[in-house]
């Protein structure tokens, strides 16, 4: 266990939340994020990653007055002040995708399969969906 | 043309029942006639009058309802789905009723296209 | 008969199976998580260009809207519509067909 | 429109239910058969097709008392006595499972994907899940 | 050992609920400890006292409140994802509560191992 | 780290992408729908069968024999375990990440 104590004497944790899915079509990807921004507040070590069509949630331009349903995407931008930094991306999901980090919402970290790997085994949590 | 809408999942969760919204909406604003809505496998949740999203989020019982009342359609929760993901009459928003299989059945005799709606 | 997809193609095997089952002649709309399979430059659009003698391809504008696509390049000869144009294509064909 | 009369005097339609999905992983194939039943009560002429993984819910020997679920699958046998005799199987969906028309609990017709094109393209209402 | 157990999707539609439920079971028989279990998404419909499946099948919402009372367990249900989908106190069966995402997080953070069973 | 995958490998990407994520020496876990993966003699046996020195896979009995798969072949080299033997997997492994 890589168990470490938190500012106020408490367990952290390393939790990573992996997006595989794509925004909208379902809710999990709005729902993850409320998981996130949670996790966040109680002080854990939390890292998030955008794996296969999860890098479409981080699209920029999203408008979504034309579905009726919310744009949840200015919500990653908020990622920063509850000091979640550590925003991975999967450079093959992007590339197979067509595109570029400068076309996200937030910098993130372009990381290959391999890199993605090495972080992925090294967390306590792990939360895909 | 009379329409036959089948929504196969629950609100909030896919997209389906939004997308089945949008096209009832488009549909009657065409002139054309929407001959009934059945509500099938998780879509019978759409008619939970307890469900209470955030406030800057749309309501999709609520629209379902108001969509009803104006144009008085015809929204059919199964009532097999139903029992098992207890929906019941007391839950149900105004304008749902709940009945049998057939319904779907009659919808897709009756009505000229019958589009589905799910995951 | 129109097909309607709502599936990645990342994601799902569903717009490959509509493409091996739907007769020649068919139109296809992209609806919801399918309006991705529309897009050119990606792994999976030669999916639907290299079908385009085939189908009548269309996608659904506000769905391309919402996820950021609305400046997106789509495969050439892929149709935009909105939910008015999703209600004329059901009435224009006999059958609709949700591949889900 | 193919609309024929019934032998009650009513609107006779083809309707074609299409199984895409395995049994027990999700509820589709379970309640979709519900529905072939009833449209069967209401002598519409039906059509159940099996592609994809739906061939798996045809599959012999299912034993469910393990994971607690309904074993549903001798409920396809109760099709003959509602006058469903139209079940057509991909032979493309099958072969690539490695499966045989056998190895299914009922007889159906096999049918190549060109055919099964043709016999979908007959119909009055379609219901794929 | 420690286990945390997070279930995404309702009953009777995806098998999550009913895996979720055998892997408790399982490790409850081999003397573990089952610290949380926690519903999410749709996962909050297994707490809905109304199912009512058929009478051949089984009872997911039954089930889990039983396993529950037998051995003391916390069953914790989405406070944000049950008001979406309409799951209030009125509708929750024996041995469920409901409250915030803070218990999933801190199920993360006590338990030894936490597994997810989802769609 | 386990990985488990309860998805077809014939429907989504699930168990392509837990094997190109997955670090080498993981234990990788089929249940529920993903079961079909460890079938052998089918069109996607060779996305384990390839594998076997970089994984241990299991797959979980019951959900094989829900399936009606209980006589059908399997991958040489996946083991079947019930759910203690879950369980157990759960526990030898520090973390558990299951792809849905």
Not at chain 1, 65 to 86: C, H, Q, W
Not at chain 1, 103 to 123: D, F, K, N, Y
Not at chain 2, 46 to 56: R, T
Not at chain 3, 75 to 82: K, R
């Amino acid at each position: 266990m890589s168990d470490e104590m938190g500012y106020q004497g408490e367990v952290v944790k390393r939790f990573m939340y992996v997006n595989r899915k794509a925004p909208y079509g379902t809710i999990y990807a709005l729902e993850n994020l409320e998981t996130v921004l949670i996790a966040a507040a109680f002080d854990q070590d939390v890292s998030v990653v955008f794996v296969d069509d999860g890098v479409y949630q981080l699209k920029k331009g999203q408008d979504t007055k034309g579905i009726g349903m919310k744009n949840f995407s200015p919500t990653f931008r908020a990622l920063d002040d509850y000091d979640v930094e550590k925003l991975y991306v999967e450079k093959e999901s992007l590339e197979a995708r067509g595109l570029t980090a400068e076309e996200l919402v937030v910098p993130v970290e372009v990381v290959s399969t391999e890199e993605l790997r090495e972080i992925m085994a090294q967390q306590d949590v792990v939360l895909s969906c | 043309m009379k329409f036959g809408i089948l929504v196969n999942e629950g609100p909030f969760t896919h997209q389906a029942s939004d997308s089945a919204y949008r096209f009832a909406e488009a549909a009657l604003a065409k002139g054309h006639e929407v001959w009934r809505v059945f509500f099938y496998h998780d879509g019978v949740n759409n008619s939970n009058k307890l469900a209470e999203p955030q406030s800057d989020d749309r309501n999709l019982v609520k629209l379902w309802s108001e969509l009803g009342r104006e144009h008085d359609l015809d929204l059919v929760v199964c009532v097999a789905a139903a029992l098992r993901r207890g929906i019941k009459d007391e839950l149900l928003a105004a304008g749902f009723r709940i009945s049998g299989l057939g319904q779907l059945v009659e919808a897709g005799i009756q009505a000229d296209r019958l589009v589905v709606f799910g995951d | 008969m129109l097909h309607t997809v709502n599936k990645s193609p990342f994601e799902r095997n569903t717009l490959q199976s509509c493409l091996r089952l739907a007769q020649k002649g068919s139109a296809v709309l992209l609806i919801e998580d399918g309006v991705y399979g529309a897009l050119s430059g990606t792994a999976h659009a030669g999916e639907i260009a290299d079908r385009m003698d085939d189908f009548s391809f269309y996608v659904l504008g506000p769905d391309i809207a919402a996820r950021g696509l609305g400046e997106s390049p789509l495969i050439e000869g892929v149709q935009v519509v909105d939910y008015g144009g999703f209600v004329d294509l059901v009435a224009e064909h006999e059958v609709t067909n949700a591949w889900l």
